[in-house]
């Protein structure tokens, strides 16, 4: 897959069957509108084409620095490149770009620069200044400037009942099992690995402290999890404690993670993790050797559940 960052930076002179979205998560519903993207485009000779944008429009339009996403933009690209897309255009959204009209928007983007000729979109798909052009209007510019509209219609998509807005909910009530069925795979945190304050070292638990940079990615609800890595080319278990440590006054909320059966310095190194279960909320202990007696019990119900 190729990735190309800004539409103006795209040059390729195949023509292209077209998706457009955020696709914030990737999720199964998502997949639905990509496979057919991708098997249209080989019965055509086209490049299968996502057009997505970064930051988030809400973001920009709205000053919405609240919302949480369920993918860092690299996290996204990581995913779509596994689906079998030809090509990844991310383009900058700004005000500027979202003050184009619907004509503009499809006569010099998607005509004039991405030489679309299919385009398959969602029955609710809305484009052009203030959200103003519809499928209806998408299909009459097909009609006029050589290109095919496929629409997927609404009891497909809403049959699937998945949506980003449900994964989001799952994920801030801790509801882990029904985030990954519907995304398709274990929501992923991706981090560099910090220098704690070696507590975990202490109980005999040391833990890697994963930081995230990234303001906009969603942090499932605090708690302790299970989950796995991909360390030294091996995949390695661990547990993951996300909250406030309150057992010994913890100010800052932190993300530890304590890897079975591995004991590299992984300081500095960028990881990623990927979340299995969830085992139990954060709780304050009566004393820090309360807080170690569940820590071993944690580990145990964790080593059954990756046994399992």
């Given at each position: 897959?190729?990735?190309?960052q800004?539409?103006s930076k ?6 292209t069957?077209?998706t457009?979205?955020t696709?914030?998560g ?5 997949r ?5 993207l991708?098997?249209d ?6 490049r ?6 970064f930051?988030h429009?809400?973001m920009?339009?709205q000053?919405?620095t609240?919302i949480k996403l ?7 690209i ?5 689906t ?6 991310i383009?900058?959204f700004t005000k500027e770009?979202s ?9 010099d983007i998607?005509?004039n620069s991405l030489?679309?000729?299919k385009?398959?979109?969602?029955y609710?798909h809305?484009?052009g ?5 519809n ?11 050589d290109?095919?509209?496929e629409?997927i219609p ?7 009942s ?5 994964i989001?909910k799952a994920l ?7 985030a990954?069925?519907?995304?398709g ?6 981090g ?31 708690g302790?999890y ?11 278990h ?7 440590n309150?057992t ?6 932190s ?6 059966d591995?004991?590299?310095?992984l300081y ?6 990927h ?6 909320d ?13 820590l ?5 119900t964790?080593l059954?559940?990756i046994?399992?």
């Amino acid at each position: 897959m190729i990735t190309v960052q800004s539409i103006s930076k795209y040059d390729e002179t195949r023509s292209t069957a077209i998706t457009i979205g955020t696709f914030d998560g990737v999720h199964l519903g998502h997949r639905k509108i990509l496979k057919r993207l991708i098997n249209d485009a080989k019965t055509l000779n086209l490049r299968a084409t996502v057009l997505t944008f970064f930051p988030h429009p809400r973001m920009v339009l709205q000053k919405d620095t609240d919302i949480k996403l369920l993918n860092t933009i690299e996290e996204r690209i990581q995913i779509l490149e596994e689906t079998g897309l030809d090509c990844l255009i991310i383009h900058p959204f700004t005000k500027e770009f979202s003050r184009l009209s619907a004509t503009e928007f499809v006569r010099d983007i998607l005509v004039n620069s991405l030489r679309i000729k299919k385009i398959v979109i969602g029955y609710d798909h809305r484009f052009g200044r203030n959200r103003n052009a519809n499928i209806n209007d998408l299909t009459a510019f097909g009609n006029t400037l050589d290109f095919e509209v496929e629409e997927i219609p609404a009891e497909e998509i809403d049959h699937v009942s998945i949506s980003s807005t449900k994964i989001r909910k799952a994920l801030q009530e801790g509801d882990i099992k029904t985030a990954n069925t519907y995304l398709g795979y274990a929501y992923m945190l991706t981090g560099t690995i910090k220098k704690g304050k070696g507590l975990g070292r202490q109980l005999n638990f040391p833990t890697a402290n994963l930081l995230i940079e990234e303001g906009y990615k969603l942090i499932p609800r605090n708690g302790v999890y299970v989950v796995k890595s991909n360390l030294d080319n091996r995949v390695i278990h661990g547990m993951m404690n996300i909250g406030y440590n309150p057992t010994v006054s913890g100010k800052e909320k932190s993300i530890e993670i304590h890897f079975f059966d591995f004991e590299q310095d992984l300081y500095d190194h960028k990881i990623q993790i990927h979340i299995l279960e969830r085992i139990r909320d954060e709780h304050k202990f009566d004393s820090v050797e309360a807080l170690k007696e569940q820590l071993e019990k944690d580990r145990e119900t964790s080593l059954a559940l990756i046994a399992k």
